[in-house]
């Protein structure tokens, strides 16, 4: 198996990194590889419990993109989208503090049709693998939490003149450290970064809470369970937020979404009723249940997989 994994690496990866194991690409174009660095490892590698432990912190996700005319996929134009973010990273680094994974290293294959890019291991799960399939399942907290950590991130990237240009729910991890009442927002995958265009504003926002609203499962009038919790001037505020986005939901994204809408709009009319909802603490309690917490906390890669893959590394090294 650790053979098969290798093969999936594109040669240039495989002098930086060793292969962990494969995840599912559901979510995502191109194939994703959890991998160790080659630095960290070596054919002395200790293979104990509180070195596998150590080795965890420096796993990262090496995903391949390759040429894919039938879904309009071109490495070329992945590479630049990448270079695009490590630069903006490079000059701007409060990328860490708005939630945004950081770009690593990212080459080309053995020609201009493939590539590779590394980012650190994001642990817990996606926001489109959350429960989301009750309405109203989720607590407002949570959901105004998300919505104001990603608004950060979009904040980020419009200052740097960047647009991410794939809010899906696969590309925003959820995570949810020991003692954490609410979880880290992170958004993830950088294939289709983009040049900032004000004329893809309104798209730009309706694609962002349709599919944040779909992975949360809020798309009702307002969830009953959290009517006890609101207070009357935000639940009526958020009436409006709701009645606006389910009206375009249903309507064609382009031609329908009205040419003022943008994120900035959203947030000057809706951004303080957001906030203060997402800093609640009344019901934190109930944020999150336990089956949730259990997603948020989950490993990508157990240690016997990390162990198989270092074994199989230090015998090919000997």
Same mark, same amino acid.
């Given at each position: 198996?650790?053979?098969?994994?290798?093969?999936?690496?594109?040669?240039?990866?495989?002098?930086?990194?060793?292969?962990?194991?494969?995840?599912?690409?559901?979510?995502?174009?191109?194939?994703?590889?959890?991998?160790?660095?080659?630095?960290?490892?070596?054919?002395?590698?200790?293979?104990?419990?509180?070195?596998?432990?150590?080795?965890?912190?420096?796993?990262?996700?090496?995903?391949?993109?390759?040429?894919?005319?039938?879904n309009?996929?071109?490495?070329?134009? @992945?590479? @630049?989208?990448? +270079?695009?973010?490590?630069?903006?990273?490079?000059?701007?680094k409060?990328?860490?503090?708005?939630? &945004?994974?950081?770009?690593?290293?990212?080459?080309?294959?053995?020609?201009? !049709?493939?590539?590779?890019?590394?980012?650190?291991?994001?642990?817990?799960?996606? &926001?489109?693998?959350?429960?989301?399939?009750?309405?109203?399942?989720?607590?407002? @907290?949570?959901?105004?939490h998300?919505?104001?950590?990603?608004?950060?991130?979009?904040?980020?990237?419009?200052t +740097?003149?960047?647009?991410?240009?794939?809010?899906?729910?696969?590309?925003?991890?959820?995570?949810?450290?020991?003692?954490?009442?609410?979880?880290?927002?992170?958004?993830?995958?950088?294939?289709? @970064?983009?040049?900032?265009?004000?004329?893809?504003?309104?798209?730009?926002?309706?694609?962002?809470?349709?599919?944040?609203?779909?992975?949360?499962?809020?798309?009702?009038?307002?969830?009953?369970?959290?009517?006890? !919790?609101?207070?009357?001037?935000?639940?009526?505020?958020?009436?409006?937020?709701?009645?606006m986005?389910?009206?375009? +939901?249903?309507?064609?994204?382009?031609?329908?979404?009205?040419? +003022?809408?943008?994120?900035?709009?959203?947030?000057?009319?809706?951004?303080?009723?957001?906030e203060?909802?997402?800093?609640?603490?009344?019901?934190?309690?109930?944020?999150?249940?336990?089956?949730?917490?259990?997603?948020?906390?989950?490993?990508?890669?157990?240690?016997?997989?990390?162990?198989?893959?270092?074994? !199989?590394?230090?015998?090919?090294?000997?």
């Amino acid at each position: 198996m650790a053979t098969n994994l290798a093969n999936k690496l594109l040669l240039s990866a495989k002098e930086h990194y060793v292969p962990i194991k494969e995840l599912s690409t559901e979510y995502s174009k191109g194939q994703e590889v959890i991998c160790l660095p080659k630095e960290h490892v070596s054919k002395t590698t200790n293979l104990t419990t509180e070195e596998i432990l150590a080795l965890r912190s420096q796993l990262v996700i090496v995903k391949i993109v390759v040429d894919d005319p039938n879904n309009y996929i071109e490495a070329a134009d @992945v590479l @630049v989208s990448v +270079n695009d973010m490590s630069a903006c990273q490079e000059k701007d680094k409060s990328f860490r503090n708005c939630g &945004l994974v950081k770009v690593l290293e990212f080459a080309f294959g053995s020609g201009f !049709h493939e590539l590779w890019y590394s980012m650190p291991l994001v642990k817990g799960c996606s &926001l489109e693998e959350l429960d989301g399939d009750k309405v109203g399942s989720q607590s407002p @907290v949570l959901v105004c939490h998300i919505i104001t950590s990603l608004y950060r991130a979009w904040k980020y990237l419009h200052t +740097n003149n960047l647009q991410h240009g794939d809010w899906h729910g696969g590309n925003i991890m959820l995570t949810l450290d020991e003692n954490d009442q609410l979880p880290k927002v992170t958004l993830i995958d950088y294939g289709s @970064v983009d040049e900032y265009d004000r004329q893809d504003a309104p798209k730009e926002a309706k694609e962002f809470f349709r599919n944040l609203f779909v992975a949360l499962g809020i798309w009702e009038e307002v969830p009953s369970s959290w009517r006890s !919790h609101l207070d009357p001037s935000d639940l009526q505020a958020w009436e409006k937020f709701y009645k606006m986005f389910h009206v375009l +939901n249903d309507k064609d994204i382009i031609l329908d979404t009205p040419a +003022n809408l943008s994120m900035e709009f959203i947030w000057n009319h809706f951004g303080a009723m957001i906030e203060r909802i997402a800093e609640q603490s009344t019901f934190l309690d109930n944020v999150l249940p336990g089956a949730v917490q259990d997603k948020l906390k989950k490993q990508m890669v157990n240690d016997d997989e990390i162990v198989e893959a270092l074994k !199989h590394h230090q015998e090919q090294a000997l």
